[in-house]
């Protein structure tokens, strides 16, 4: 399938919302066409480089249209891809495009594991205090990740997975390594607030 491509350093998840400022040109005329014509772009994940993987997203809503042609827009993730062609920019066009293959996905796992990765993200989301309910019926691997602490690259590699298993191990795992960490800072908070207030000391015995 071929794209229009819209490169930005963040990861798109698929089903995840994402709000965008339309300002430049050549992407005031993707979103031109996009509307015309109904069609989706994807966002390709740039880090240093282009990453070569991106997610395809459709356009939601317009919630604001400037006199300058400034848009903005809401955004709405589908499908994973990776690029296997890159024009920049495409012919007649000022933004780029590419001809794309979207990733497979096993969507399998177990309950056991399911369990412990709410039980963890719940954790997880408490200490950076999010007040979201967690959904099990709807809730995947993509669904917290923007929340969670990653970085821009762990986020990517994320994407990269074409398994929920694997992304949920990996989501596990990094929540066991952070949870720690959290309580920690979180604990050294609270002893910088008592300090300089009157303390009860008990009396020593010695």
């Given at each position: 399938?071929?794209?229009?491509?819209?490169?930005?350093?963040?990861?798109?998840?698929?089903e995840e919302a994402l709000n965008l400022h339309i300002f430049e040109p050549r992407y005031k005329e993707l979103l031109e066409d996009v509307e015309?014509?109904?069609?989706?772009?994807?966002?390709?994940?740039?880090?240093?480089?282009?990453?070569?993987?991106?997610?395809?997203?459709?356009?939601?809503?317009?919630?604001?249209?400037?006199?300058?042609?400034?848009?903005?827009?809401?955004?709405?993730?589908?499908?994973?891809?990776?690029?296997?062609?890159?024009?920049?920019?495409?012919?007649?066009?000022?933004?780029?495009?590419?001809?794309?293959?979207?990733?497979?996905?096993?969507?399998?796992?177990?309950?056991?594991?399911?369990?412990?990765?709410?039980?963890?993200?719940?954790?997880?989301?408490?200490?950076?205090?999010?007040?979201?309910?967690?959904?099990?019926?709807?809730?995947?691997?993509?669904?917290?990740?923007?929340?969670?602490?990653?970085?821009?690259?762990?986020?990517?590699?994320?994407?990269?997975?074409?398994?929920?298993?694997?992304?949920?191990?990996?989501?596990?795992?990094?929540?066991?390594?952070?949870?720690?960490?959290?309580?920690?800072?979180?604990?050294?908070?609270?002893?910088?607030?008592?300090?300089?207030?009157?303390?009860?000391?008990?009396?020593?015995?010695?």
């Amino acid at each position: 399938m071929y794209l229009p491509l819209f490169p930005l350093k963040l990861v798109a998840f698929p089903e995840e919302a994402l709000n965008l400022h339309i300002f430049e040109p050549r992407y005031k005329e993707l979103l031109e066409d996009v509307e015309k014509e109904g069609l989706s772009f994807g966002i390709l994940t740039y880090t240093n480089q282009l990453s070569g993987f991106g997610t395809e997203v459709i356009l939601e809503k317009v919630y604001k249209r400037y006199e300058d042609g400034r848009l903005d827009i809401q955004t709405r993730g589908t499908r994973r891809f990776r690029i296997l062609s890159f024009e920049n920019p495409m012919e007649g066009k000022l933004y780029a495009g590419g001809r794309v293959q979207f990733l497979k996905d096993d969507m399998r796992i177990t309950s056991t594991l399911q369990h412990e990765y709410i039980f963890y993200l719940k954790e997880m989301l408490h200490l950076l205090n999010f007040s979201q309910e967690v959904n099990p019926l709807t809730l995947t691997s993509f669904t917290f990740s923007h929340k969670v602490g990653l970085t821009l690259e762990e986020e990517l590699e994320l994407l990269k997975m074409e398994s929920e298993k694997e992304r949920t191990e990996t989501l596990i795992k990094h929540f066991k390594r952070m949870i720690p960490v959290l309580k920690a800072a979180e604990q050294a908070k609270e002893k910088i607030k008592q300090n300089g207030h009157f303390k009860h000391l008990d009396p020593l015995n010695f």
